[in-house]
């Protein structure tokens, strides 16, 4: 049974086109991820299923038109932004409160909906005193509030470190087993793989492919002859870990996500062991295609 | 069955309640609004004192001398107050990226500019009524008791002025992308409502030869004037202090100028929303 419904979806900024075309279907209890390059139209996608932005096109969630009825399907939706902003006047168990009472239950849900997140212990603290990880959480149990048919996603573990990151594809994994619908737009593989069924790959605001993680995976990455190692050390060993690893020919750098080496596919761990030897104290490590 | 207990209706009153506590909320948390009530309430007590001393002097002890000193002062603080916090309430929720998530949740563009305005109203109301308060407070211990239905008048009409000063804030904050351009944009409506208004008018007497129905007319496009000649009315009952113009008012609506007058004010606190709504809804969270 189909619970979107996307008939030839467009959505232009001015005079560019971010969205062009688009049809799909997403059928309840299944879990889809949307991949594709910064610019792909993967954000304007879920906004325009959230009715945020005008469109060409029509957008069904379970039979209701979205532009007709937007304030009725916002209701069966529950949404996590890639990053949450939340009222710095509230404390997590008012912000609860506030967008239970604005989905029209009982406010008293905010015990219940936060324990099942692990955040209960947090229930008198500003909301701007949490932690990256726990806002997330947080976006987590709103979205989760009055137990919508559709969660959307948009890139939810981008500003997460590795461990919240685990701990919230954790939370991710165990609604994709009690049959939560799922649309989640990400960067990382590994995230699609872990919890999709099915990927719309986009490029361009077009819809290049509707597969599986699989076959998109031996699409992509077949011919690929490195990939992307991605260390995680003391901050004070950054420097001297990259010249280390530079003296020995590899290509690395130092951004966000700690140190990035691209490794050759049939020596991933070549620099684990060259880093070791050395003396350096690797914490975790993460590789991507 | 489930449809028909998921159909919502786009202006619910209970979302606007909700909207409108927050608002309330978070603008009695709010530095600029704390700093405005201190001005008000210091500056209205100012004046009723010097009103209190002045009158005292040549034996006259009442709220008309203070009610007339409070006619400027609001129409100086008042829209300044409601201009900018209206202007930055849409702006920075968008700026600081709350205002995308209170979208995505089953609400309508009405309901949260509704909800911001009655919350703001409110905060506003509030300061007034402190100012006010202590005010009247400070004069019934003189023991005056002469004018002080006009003095209550006066806080009304200033609850009108301050909801139009909102609609108008909330007009520049639903159209435009950021704070800076909001405030700034409102900033230059006081200044051209307040100042430039009353210049604009008389210059284009003294140059197009203006007949005084034309100038009255063009008057009541300005809702501080329309405030200005309400307040006048309430507290003398005419409008000979205005000169031709007020003249030719009294002359042609006679006792019905005062309930127009404030009906006028109503109609102008509420104007500047459906051009707010139309832009707010088309630009939403971005």
């Known amino acids: 049974m189909n619970l979107l419904q996307i008939e030839r979806l467009t959505k232009c900024f001015g005079t560019t086109s971010v969205l062009r075309d688009l049809s799909f279907t997403v059928e309840v209890g299944k879990q889809v991820a949307l991949w594709g390059p910064n610019g792909a139209g993967k954000t304007t996608l879920l906004r325009c299923i959230l009715g945020l932005l005008p469109f060409k096109g029509t957008i069904r969630l379970d039979g209701y038109d979205v532009r007709q009825q937007g304030k009725t399907v916002r209701r069966l939706i529950g949404f996590v932004p890639q990053e949450v902003a939340f009222y710095p006047t509230l404390n997590v168990g008012e912000t609860v409160a506030f967008f239970a009472c604005l989905r029209g239950l009982d406010f008293r849900i905010a015990r219940p909906i936060l324990e099942q997140v692990g955040l209960a212990d947090r229930i008198h603290q500003p909301t701007r005193t949490l932690s990256g990880g726990q806002r997330q959480r947080l976006a987590l149990a709103l979205a989760l509030l009055g137990d919508p048919l559709l969660l959307l996603l948009d890139e939810p573990t981008a500003s997460l470190d590795m461990h919240s990151r685990s701990e919230f594809l954790t939370y991710l994994e165990s609604l994709k087993q009690q049959g939560k619908t799922l649309i989640f737009s990400t960067h990382r593989f590994e995230e699609i793989e872990q919890l999709a069924g099915r990927v719309l790959f986009l490029e361009n605001g077009r819809l290049e492919a509707d597969t599986t993680p699989a076959l998109l995976k031996k699409r992509l990455f077949q011919a690929a002859q490195h990939a992307c190692l991605r260390l995680q050390l003391p901050a004070v060993q950054h420097a001297k870990a990259l010249q280390t690893l530079q003296a020995k020919g590899f290509d690395a750098c130092i951004n966000s996500h700690g140190l990035e080496v691209r490794v050759p596919r049939d020596r991933k761990a070549l620099p684990l062991l060259l880093l070791d030897r050395a003396g350096f104290e690797i914490i975790d490590f993460e590789l991507h295609a | ?286």
């Not at chain 2, 009153?13 to 309330?24: D, F, Q, S, Y």
């Not at chain 2, 904050?173 to 008389?202: H, I, M, N, Q, Y």
């Not at chain 2, 019905?256 to 939403?284: K, N, T």
Request: zero cysteines; a positive charge; glycine letters at 12%.
């Open chain 2, 1 to 286: 069955m489930r449809k028909a207990m998921l159909s919502s209706p786009s202006l619910a009153p209970e979302i606007v309640g909700l909207l409108a506590r927050k608002e309330l909320h978070d603008a009695l948390r709010n530095r600029w609004f704390m700093l405005y009530t201190l001005v008000f309430t210091l500056l209205t007590l100012v004046l009723s004192w010097m009103g209190l001393a002045s009158g005292q002097r040549y034996g006259l002890v009442g709220f008309g001398r203070t009610t007339a000193s409070l006619i400027n002062l609001v129409m100086l603080v008042v829209p300044l107050m409601g201009l900018t916090l209206g202007a930055l309430s849409l702006a920075i929720e968008r700026e600081q990226g709350t205002l995308l998530y209170v979208l995505a949740q089953p609400i309508t563009a009405a309901e949260v500019l509704l909800g911001k305005l009655l919350g703001l109203a409110m905060a506003l109301t509030a300061t007034l009524s402190i100012g006010f308060g202590l005010s009247g407070l400070l004069l019934a211990w003189q023991g005056s008791t002469v004018g002080v239905g006009a003095f209550i008048g006066l806080l009304g009409l200033s609850i009108l002025l301050s909801i139009f000063s909102l609609s108008l804030g909330l007009l520049f904050s639903g159209a435009l992308p950021r704070t800076a351009a909001a405030l700034g944009s409102a900033l230059f409506a006081w200044l051209l409502l307040v100042f430039l208004g009353d210049l604009g008018l008389l210059g284009s007497v003294l140059v197009l030869h203006m007949p005084i129905e034309q100038l009255f007319v063009l008057s009541l496009l300005n809702p501080l004037q329309v405030f200005k000649f309400t307040a006048i009315l309430l507290l003398q009952g005419d409008l000979q202090v205005l000169g031709p113009a007020g003249q030719y008012a009294m002359h042609t609506y006679g006792w019905h100028l005062l309930p127009l007058s404030i009906g006028l004010l109503g109609l102008w606190a509420f104007l500047p929303l459906l051009p707010a709504y139309l832009f707010f809804r088309q630009r939403g969270a971005l």
